[in-house]
């Protein structure tokens, strides 16, 4: 029996002879995997976005929103009737055992003036609570207090491209700006947070006492009204059970009978976060099996290439069989060429794909990412196909007789 040395040398120095036709053969290979890796890299950097816009989001918060108004038989939409309370907020953190922190919210638009510079943005009327709903640390400062929200303080916490704008690089903690006409100290800075899984820029807001909101930048169409109050579970496993607390306890306190509809509404934004995520993923696995035809067709291509050279190789198949090759030295053979030309197509595949990848992402601004396992699945499944598509012409190689191959012209 022939050692699988020689067999690997003369699957080589057959490989050789022939350079441009394995070199086009390994093209279906080498775009293939390229196409994979590209294709998965673009599909793990959304999906690995959208991770990370849920955590700046903050993690297993629930959302309350107002009710409807019906008026000649046209229902407005969610909050659009006023039924949330500042008292309704507190009874939740008080009697929601499943509930870590609660805030709730009273928040509108004005335009905001520091010296000769002003800046047109959201104001968020809250409490303490708020930053820890959000997991929104502070990057310079202090946060306002409950006594700060008891005592409508004209206090407030300004967003990074809030600072950005109205002060540039000087420090704005203890400046005064005016917010409708206002005065407001500038106590803290919260740290960056970036964009919204919607687009929104989380860093242009200022924070204010709830209470400084409702009486002195909005007012409310009746005492403690607020417009959303946010919620947060404490763990992922508790925000089913937080949602079911929340309202049962709130159809208790508005006295919404068993048959009548809420005045309220109930949003858990990290399963609607992880949906988004969950549909990503299943778009980057889309996109790996579309990109997967194009290995296959390169498979083919390496059959197709390697059933004419066992035709152009008939009477040397014959001389080895003659001078005492075994079958499955025949089929070594064919096969081992196969796989060498799919692994060195995969190689370069590889290194095509991540040169793709960052192609894609300089110049369509799309993020991606390359993960190992898809480098090692993409080339692991391109010398999977060199093995499967090489082994019928090595199995019709192997066949042959040795006298009608030596006949062979």
Known sequence: MISFSSTFKLSFRALRVNKMRSALTMLGIIIGVGAVIAMLAVGTGASSQITEQISKMGSNMIMIVPG??????????AGTQSTLTMDDAAAIQKECSA?????????????????????STGITG????MLEVRDWPLSAGRPFTDQDVRSATKVCLLGQTVVDNLFGSADPLG???????????????????????????????????????????????????????MVKAKSAADLAVAERQINDLLKQRHHIGPRQDNDFTVRNLTQMM??????????????GAIASVSLLVGGIGIM????????ERTREIGIRMAIGAKTWDIRYQFIIEALTLSMIGG????????????????LAGWPTVV???????????????????????????????????????
């Open 99 to 119: 509930v870590s922190a609660v805030a709730p919210v009273h928040n509108g638009a004005a335009q905001v003036v520091s010296g000769h510079l002003n800046w």
């Open 175 to 229: 400046q005064i700006i005016r917010i409708k006409k206002i005065p407001f100290t500038v106590i803290g800075v919260l740290g960056p947070k970036g964009q919204s899984p919607n687009g929104q820029d989380q860093d242009d807001t200022i924070y204010v006492p709830v209470t400084t909101a409702q009486k002195k930048l909005f007012g409310t169409t009746m005492p403690g009204m607020v417009r959303v109050i």
């Open 68 to 77: 409807t108004t019906t008026a000649g038989g046209v229902r407005m939409g």
């Open 126 to 129: 809250t409490t303490p609570g």
């Open 347 to 362: 190689t370069a595949g590889i290194a095509i794909g991540l040169g793709g990848s960052k192609v894609l992402s300089m």
């Open 371 to 409: 993960s190992v396992p898809s480098i090692l699945l993409s080339f692991g499944f391109s010398g999977l196909i060199g093995i499967f598509f090489g082994y019928y012409p090595a199995y019709k190689a192997s066949l042959l007789d040795p006298i009608d191959a030596l006949r062979y012209e």
């Open 274 to 287: 992880q949906a988004a995520e969950q549909s990503s993923k299943v778009m980057t696995m889309l996109l």
């Open 304 to 311: 197709n290439i390697m059933l004419v050279s066992v035709t």
